[in-house]
């Protein structure tokens, strides 16, 4: 029995979270829903489940012969305990996921089926945080599944992008395999459905089949697919030549659903396939491999994104025919922003046709140009669990994955200065100095630098021209200087020192000193399309002078610019914008 006597912190949580559900439902809290918030809180309580399960169920009973006053006074009682935990585990809040029908615990299995065929990008992690949640809260099984059977579009450097991305968002699937592996089986049911007369094969041309389903009509090949029966053999021993031949299932051709229309099972495709070469050309559709490998492979609870809602009927009368298990399907919103393009039938003619030549591009949403952009996966992860699973196709903002990544990069980033096209600052009156800067204002950890400075000074022009003849300005955390002279042509200002009273009257400007400086830029990345155009904008190059404390940084070190932004040290002399 676990400890929970002992152990009150656990005891109130429990109590916590059964109030709150209580309130939530009438008075009623649901066993079911208590666990999985209990675990999405306290997840090291997974392996524990089992004997939890019992005291949960205890305190849930004593709480329900509870009055609402002594409900409300109890949850109140609990409250600041509470908050404390949410403080350590802040995912709480962020968990929208309801509870999944026939799910047992320890039971369950969920499957990614990524086809290797382009970078993984952030809506590849809503699905996988998805299944790995869903995995998780019941104390189950997550498999990584390459859908790899069209080989025109798959590569090796697909496969390994897909795993890098996951292991960047820190998922460690149970098992990995690819749905290649399973071709034989595969091949083993497809016949099955033809010798039952559930599919044939159809020899019409593609133009013809597109036809038929467009005029409602089935095809002799079809209907007389018993005066046909060579043409199974003649399939499955590989003596049809591409676009000659492919098997459809025996749909219903007069379906409303478009899907149900004869949908092709297998189809010819000679082309090399990334693990398996040369040795196979008849390759199993999504629609045939999905269902199948599903079903094999122990899946439970198969997610997928709403725009595949149509295929689910084609899914469950294949399961039915071969007399296999079905998964409980899930459907979720595919996850898009405003500008772009969060699929890889958008990304890949970008990279195709130079737009952008790399796949971590700090414009794209691709889990690799996050990642450089200098977004965390932490951040990446509350984002999505902030979403919840919903079925609402409605856009998210990126403004809310930047402010989660802020609460998380802010403490491990050094602010420094940088002046964005540098002009010139004379001061008549001071004398050389050297200062001491703190990295960081509230992090000492992140130490801080010496800063010479004698009377030569950099401003960014944007200061530069804001800036009037007798105007008191301060130096950030320097002094106050008043300006005497403004070269407009030259772009140079000449001033005095007055002194280093702190007022908040007066603007403040950031600004590196000579010989105290190096040359610098930053990448600013925006959005890819604006009103559907690609936006020539999208990535600013901003040139000008860093404090030379900057050479001491690494690629990967983040830096706030001050008055600027969050920046990813990109290489020796760039840095990429994360976001304000
Ligand atoms: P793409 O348009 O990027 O090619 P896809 O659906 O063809 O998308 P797959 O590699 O087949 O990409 O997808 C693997 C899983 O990821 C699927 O379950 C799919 O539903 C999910 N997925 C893909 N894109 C998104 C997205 N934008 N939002 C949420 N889930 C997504
Ligand atoms: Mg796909």
Not at 10 to 37: C, M, T, W, Y
Not at 90 to 98: E, N, R
Request: aromatic share 8%.
């Amino acid at each position: 029995m676990v400890e929970v006597d002992g152990d009150s912190n656990l005891k109130s949580i429990i109590q916590h979270i059964v109030l709150k559900n209580a309130f939530e439902h009438d008075g009623k809290p649901r066993v079911d829903v208590v666990i999985s918030r209990l675990i999405a809180v306290k997840p090291e309580m997974r392996s524990k489940i089992k004997e939890i399960i019992p005291v949960i169920k205890k305190i849930v009973e004593e709480i329900s012969y509870m009055t609402l006053i002594e409900k409300k006074k109890l949850f109140e009682n609990l409250f600041p305990l509470f908050e404390k935990e949410k403080e350590k585990e802040d995912t709480k809040k962020t968990v929208h996921f309801p509870p999944l029908v026939n799910a047992k615990i320890g039971l369950v299995v969920t499957r990614f089926p990524p086809e290797p065929n382009g970078y993984p990008h952030i809506g590849h992690a809503k699905a996988v945080i998805i299944d790995e949640e869903y995995a998780k809260m019941y104390n189950g099984k997550l498999i990584l599944r390459f859908d790899d059977t069209n080989p025109t579009n798959e590569k090796l450097e697909y496969y390994k992008a897909i795993l890098d991305g996951l292991e960047w968002l820190n998922i460690k699937p149970d098992l990995i395999k690819n749905t290649s592996d399973d071709i034989e089986i595969i091949y083993k049911y497809g016949k099955e459905l033809v010798l039952k007369k559930n599919a044939y094969v159809c020899i019409c041309v593609q133009n013809k089949i597109k036809e038929n389903r467009f005029l409602q009509q089935e095809c002799d090949c079809r209907v007389n697919q018993d005066n046909y029966p060579e043409r199974i053999d003649h399939f499955f021993d590989g003596n049809f030549n591409e676009n000659q031949a492919v098997v459809r299932f025996k749909g219903d051709m007069k379906s409303q659903n478009t899907s149900m229309r004869d949908p092709t099972l297998f189809r010819i495709i000679n082309h090399t396939h990334p693990l398996l070469g040369d040795k196979y050309n008849i390759w199993p559709t999504y629609d045939l491999a999905a269902p199948i490998e599903d079903s094999l492979d122990g899946v439970t609870h198969a997610m997928r994104t709403k725009e595949y809602e149509l295929r689910n009927e084609l899914y469950f009368e294949i399961l039915d025919k071969l007399s296999l298990r079905k998964p409980e399907m899930i459907e979720f919103s595919r996850l898009e922003f405003e500008g772009l393009p969060v699929s890889k039938r958008k990304i890949k003619p970008l990279i195709e046709n130079d737009i952008i030549t790399r796949w971590d591009d700090p414009r794209l949403p691709t889990l690799i140009g996050l990642k450089r952009r200098g977004f965390t996966a932490e951040a990446v992860r509350k984002f999505i669990l902030s979403l919840g699973i919903t079925l609402a196709e409605t856009k998210p903002s990126f403004e809310i994955l930047e402010s989660f990544n802020r609460k998380i990069v802010d403490s491990d980033s050094i602010r420094l200065f940088f002046v964005k096209n540098p002009c010139k600052l004379f001061i008549n009156n001071n004398e050389a100095e050297k200062i001491l800067l703190k990295n960081h204002p509230n992090n000492d950890s992140l130490g801080s630098r010496e800063i010479h400075v004698n009377n030569i000074f950099y401003i960014a022009d944007d200061d530069f021209n804001k800036i009037k003849k007798g105007d008191e300005i301060r130096l950030m955390e320097l002094y106050n200087i008043k300006i005497d002279k403004i070269d407009d042509k030259e772009k140079i200002l000449t001033a005095f020192m007055t002194d280093r009273e702190i007022r908040r009257d007066i603007p403040k400007i950031q600004w590196v000193s000579d010989g105290g400086c190096v040359d610098y830029s930053i990448l600013v990345p925006d959005i890819l399309f604006k009103n559907e155009k690609f936006n020539e904008d999208s990535l600013v190059t901003l040139t000008g002078f860093c404090e030379s404390h900057i050479n001491l940084l690494e690629p990967d070190d983040r830096i706030q610019f001050v008055r600027m932004g969050f920046c990813r040290v990109d290489d020796a002399s760039t840095a990429i914008m994360t976001h304000k």
